[in-house]
């Protein structure tokens, strides 16, 4: 089909613009859009009634004039031109080049919005990826086609989190293919050059491709950025057999921006505002996350987000919850004491950790080990929250035993270096080493036959010491 | 069968999954359209003048005003049949394998078109009536064994009935006619494959009360919120509270002979891991694996919004059919929410006017009808067969609020309230049924089944443990406001005893190999036991033992572990009884037996 061109704008609103007088025009084509000036955009049908067509603007209508702009729909949805020469290249938000290289020369040009995974031909994630932090390996694991995002806060080291991850991430059974995928979203430059700098630094940035739009780059296109990054990770991954690792950041920009769309659409919207199908809206990139059978790759998401105002319960970390398979919340408490990593043990959830770990994947002993280490945490934060009412005197000696052990955790266990790469081992090692702080006949959670392994020769070694 | 009548028209207005066409004279509400040159599934919401508005089952991108709409003037139905049980269906009866070997690619490409069930298979009929016999519709016909659990019985279908003027033995498939039956010279023949339209419920005969348990190998839910056979059950809570997983275990070891497991807008690895483990887990009741009385239908979260809205219907409508054969099916949903939201946003589409939280008005209304599909019934046919549907939906509240559309619209239908904390959940307190909020209005008509299985203990032992956690949660104000030291001895063995019952009975690994599962024998005798420790603390705190001894009791330690003994050695936890007994008299001092006297 010829690509057909309209000067026919009838009105524009916000990121919006109507097309009268249209002719076969696809729900969803591309449309290209240039102005006056000599200006391009691009943008995207959103409806078309009859002969009138609503294109969404990547860039914003700032500058469209009704007559002198000239608008031609391209036949074609969106695509990206993908090959394995992606990897070290850095893009904008729209997929283009901005590193000063070369085009690239596609080897497959695909729809940026993917299909949905049939969930017959999903193969279930179950292999451990070794992050190095003890507060993911130990207690939230993560496993290889998962998507596990950062619930964060303004002014929280997330971004730090996410590269030391990146930067450790392997898995327990060796070296393999792998590829990071990024893709910014209005972030700052800043934050942008922390992770190219540490990316560059390590040696990882030839197997890295970037997406960046930043902060002052136009918000609508941000709702491309995250597809594109996913259909770049799809091809490394399905395609080239590698195993990918998928940052996204910021997720609460692009809910902004998705919400800007839907407040011009004029469509009736949802909780604060966002529009009523921003859950599937994420789900259609979260679950893009996942393994095939028959495929060796896999793609692992982690999307960051930040909590507006701290709140769990706002709908983007909220809906993002009932989507991901799981979530690692920071704690602004934890941060304020000093505490990096500072990960909220108790709310954080890894839903994948069951099929992740055990014997002849990380340990026989982890489950429980990591059961118990919850329950023991839990008691002893509440212990402490009781001691700061009634005093430490209104505890009984198991409780001061608990309160004892939550601060000790919280110094040893959470607590860790930005470079500091703990193995698995060393991991549980650490959790039994603090479960002796613990009456043994409270360890409930824990099999009798692991208690005998693993405790008693560390209780006995302790009794030892303290009779020399 | 109705009369089908072909309508064609052409899209005018595509808006995500909605599309209006013109043209469309003649096409009726809630028929079957397909769409556009690829064949787009899709269902009529709305006519007005010759406008039809549409639902699309499928991606739109690429459609273009212009393109045809078709209509076959049938409502959307789906194919009843053997080949039901063990298949992975979307949320309008494809079967998802189908669609991969279709699509020859992991992803799920449009306008795909395969049968629900297998036209080439051959099935063993054997016939229970003979030609010469009178039927009316329900009666059995005959059967084949679909799976090595479950027998499939041909039934004949509603509206039909007369003499039987012929019946094939042997093997057929689905689209072969097995009976013919002659209405006073009207010849109907019959064939295994029959449709149904999804949103029509199936009707019975008569409706029976729900006073039969359904158990769930779950303590929390069969000791205290118990659910009946054909009853209604919700869970609502927020993410990461524990929906999914006890919906699995449900589906897992809910003693039901047939089980609909219907993923609706939730994730893909989780139906995902369903499909992988069922084949391998066995059922507890027949010893064969799960999924040979399993069918599984999904919409993940990433599929096409509209078929989320089909997929419950689906569901209930599978459920019906099997119920009809005289089966227990249990049927679980996860999540209603999902489907609400997608309704909501039809419904936005429809620019109909919006109601609470932009939900359409008929929320209400459209909940209550689906879960009013449950129920205990004597179903259609002579020979009066008892069937049930049991209906437990999830339900997702934004936030964990509960007070939003979705759930309190749920509430006022639903028997059954497992109610999940988020503290509870982070506490990894599991499952994290609530129990202070959580009710059952089934617990009272099931009390006399159990009573008179277990010694007219049962609903005595509930009561009291209930009690106790209850005067735990009061005592444990009192303990934030001034310490526990102001309890008395008394208090702290409630106390005490609340917290084996939390921990040693509520608390239940999913993921352990034997704590997932409980059987009602084992449930009574770890209740026995708790509450009997009890019993026998208040006596020796009142005979002057000491308090720090009688906590820390071993056989306090084997009450602990009372959970994970295998069903085969429960007849150990009887001998507890003799322990407590003789531990605590240990422990009482000399004279103290005087004292009491
Ligand atoms: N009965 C249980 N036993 C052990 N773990 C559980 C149980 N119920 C829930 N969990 C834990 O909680 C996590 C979240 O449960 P899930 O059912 O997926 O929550 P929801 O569906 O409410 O979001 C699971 O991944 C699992 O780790
Ligand atoms: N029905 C309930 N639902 C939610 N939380 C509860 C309920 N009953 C008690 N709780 C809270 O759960 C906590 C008890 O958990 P846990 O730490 O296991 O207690 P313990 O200190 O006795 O071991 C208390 O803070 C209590 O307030
Ligand atoms: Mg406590
Ligand atoms: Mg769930």
Redo the contacts with the bound molecule.
């Keep these: 089909m010829l690509p057909r061109e309209y000067r026919t704008i009838s009105s524009i609103s916000g990121p919006l613009m109507m097309v009268e007088k249209t002719q076969d025009v696809m729900y969803d084509e591309l449309v290209e859009i240039t102005l006056s000036n000599g200006d391009k955009r691009r943008g995207r049908v959103l409806e078309i009634e009859s002969d009138r067509a609503l294109v969404q603007v990547f860039e914003g209508t700032t500058g469209i004039e009704n007559d002198d702009t000239k608008v031609r729909f391209l036949g074609k949805v969106l695509t990206l031109p993908v090959s394995r020469d992606m990897l070290g290249r850095v893009f904008n938000g729209r997929g283009e080049p901005i590193d000063g290289g070369a085009q690239l020369i596609a080897e497959q040009n695909l729809d940026i919005n993917g299909m949905p995974m049939n969930p017959f031909s999903r193969d279930y994630p179950s292999e451990f990826i070794q992050t190095g932090i003890s507060t993911i390996d130990g207690l939230n694991p993560m496993v290889r086609g998962q998507k596990l995002p950062i619930f964060s806060a303004s002014g929280l080291p997330h971004n730090r989190m996410a590269a030391q991850i990146a930067r450790q991430a392997t898995v327990i059974s060796g070296h393999e293919d792998f590829a990071v995928v990024f893709a910014a979203m209005g972030i700052t430059f800043e934050e942008a050059s922390f992770f190219m700098e540490d990316f560059r630094r390590t040696g990882a940035l030839q197997r890295t491709v970037l997406y960046i739009n930043l902060a002052d780059d136009p918000a609508i296109e941000r709702i491309s950025t995250p597809r594109i990054a996913l259909t770049a990770a799809e091809y490394l991954a399905f395609e080239c057999n590698m195993h990918v690792v998928v940052i996204l950041t910021d997720l609460t920009n692009y809910c902004e921006a998705l919400r800007e769309i839907s407040a011009a659409r004029k469509e009736v919207p949802g909780r604060r505002g966002y529009p009523g199908y921003l859950y599937t809206d994420l789900a259609t990139m979260y679950e893009r996350a996942g393994r095939l059978k028959g495929k060796s790759g896999s793609i692992t998401q982690i999307p960051i987000l930040t909590m507006p105002e701290d709140d769990k319960t706002h709908p983007i970390p909220d809906l993002t919850g009932y989507i991901t398979e799981g979530q690692i919340i920071l704690s602004r408490s934890l941060h304020r004491q000093g505490i990096y990593p500072p990960v909220d043990v108790m709310p954080s959830l890894s839903r994948l950790k069951d099929k992740g770990i055990g014997r002849d994947k990380t340990r026989e002993d982890h489950a429980d080990l990591m059961n118990q280490l919850f329950a023991a945490y839990?008691?002893g934060k509440?212990a402490k929250e009781l001691a700061v009412i009634l005093g430490e005197g209104a505890l009984s000696d198991e409780d001061k035993a608990f309160a004892k052990f939550s601060t000790v955790f919280e110094d040893k266990y959470v607590r860790q270096g930005e470079y500091e790469n703990r193995t698995i081992k060393e991991t549980l090692e650490l959790g039994w080493d603090l479960l002796t702080m613990i009456p043994v006949k409270e360890l409930k959670r824990i099999r009798d036959a692991y208690i005998e392994k693993y405790l008693n020769p560390l209780l006995k070694a302790k009794a030892e010491k303290g009779n020399a | 069968m109705p009369d089908k009548k072909e309508v064609k028209g052409v899209i005018e207005r595509i808006s995500g999954s909605l599309v209006v066409a013109g043209g469309m004279e003649g096409a009726s509400m809630q028929d079957v359209v397909h769409i556009g040159e690829l064949g787009l599934v899709g269902e009529i919401l709305e006519v007005n003048g010759d406008k039809a508005s549409i639902q699309v089952y499928e991606e739109t991108s690429g459609l273009m005003p212009g393109e045809p709409v078709v209509s076959m003037g049938e409502p959307l139905s789906v194919e009843l049949g053997p080949g039901i049980i063990e298949q992975f269906y979307d949320g309008i009866q494809r079967p998802l394998e189908l669609i991969e070997k279709a699509a020859k690619s992991p992803y799920i490409s449009r306008g795909i078109s395969v049968p629900a069930l297998d036209r080439e298979k051959k099935w063993d009929f054997t016939p229970k009536v003979k030609v010469g016999d009178d039927v009316i519709a329900g009666d059995i016909l005959g059967t084949v064994q679909e799976t090595v659990v479950v027998e499939h019985r041909i039934m004949v279908p509603y509206g039909i009935k007369g003499k039987v003027s012929k019946i094939e033995k042997g093997e057929h498939t689905v689209e072969e006619v097995i009976a013919v039956i002659d209405d006073n010279g009207t010849m109907h023949e019959v064939k295994m494959l029959q449709r149904w339209p999804v949103r029509k419920s199936r009707p019975v005969k008569t409706r029976l009360a729900p006073n039969v348990p359904m158990t769930t190998g779950q303590r929390v839910v069969d000791a205290f919120f118990p659910v009946a056979l054909g009853g209604t059950a919700c869970v609502p809570g927020p993410f990461g509270s524990g929906k999914t997983v006890i919906q699995h275990q449900f589906a897992k070891w809910a003693q039901a002979q047939i089980v609909v497991y219907v993923g609706c807008g939730e994730r893909g690895n989780e139906m995902t891991d369903v499909l992988l483990e069922f084949p391998e887990l066995d059922d507890p009741q027949t010893g064969q694996p799960l999924m040979k009385r399993t069918t599984l239908i999904a919409n993940t979260s990433n599929m096409p919004v509209a078929a989320r809205e089909a997929s419950v219907y689906t569901a209930i409508t599978l459920a019906e059919y099997y119920r009809d054969m005289g089966y227990s099916v249990a049927l679980m949903a996860d999540s209603t929410s999902r489907w609400a939201e997608a309704l909501r946003e039809m419904s936005g589409r429809l620019e109909e006017m919006p109601g609470e939280e932009g939900y359409p008005a008929y929320l209400g209304t459209r909940l209550a009808s689906f879960y009013e599909r449950a129920g205990r019934c004597i179903v259609n046919g002579k020979d009066g067969r008892e069937g049930s549907i049991t209906v437990i939906g999830a339900v997702s509240p934004p936030g964990g609020d509960l007070s939003e559309p979705v759930t309190q619209n749920t509430l006022r239908v639903t028997k059954v309230f497992w109610g999940l904390?988020a503290?509870?959940a982070y506490?990894r307190?599991f499952p994290a049924i609530?129990?202070?909020?959580s009710y059952s209005l089934y617990t009272e008509r099931l009390d006399p089944y159990w009573d008179e299985k277990f010694d007219d203990q049962w609903s005595g032992l509930r009561t009291e443990a209930m009690g106790l956690?209850e005067q735990?949660?009061q005592l444990?104000e009192i303990v934030r406001l001034v310490g526990i030291d102001a309890l008395s001895r008394d208090e702290r063995m409630v106390m005490e005893t609340a917290?084996s019952l939390?921990?040693d009975f509520l608390h239940q690994n999913a993921f352990h190999e034997i704590d997932t599962y409980a059987s009602m024998e084992k449930q009574f005798k770890m209740l026995r036991t708790i509450v009997s420790f009890h019993h026998a603390g208040l006596d020796a705190l009142h005979k002057g033992a000491p308090m720090n001894k009688l906590f820390n009791l071993p056989v306090r330690e084997q009450i602990a572990r009372m959970r994970y003994l295998e069903e085969k050695d429960i007849a150990q936890i009887d001998k507890l009884e003799d322990t407590i007994k003789e531990q605590i008299s240990g422990i009482i001092p000399v004279g103290g037996d005087t004292n009491a006297a």
């Design positions: 839990a008691r509440e | 904390d503290n509870l506490q307190h609530n129990w202070l909020n956690l735990e949660a444990n917290k939390r921990e």
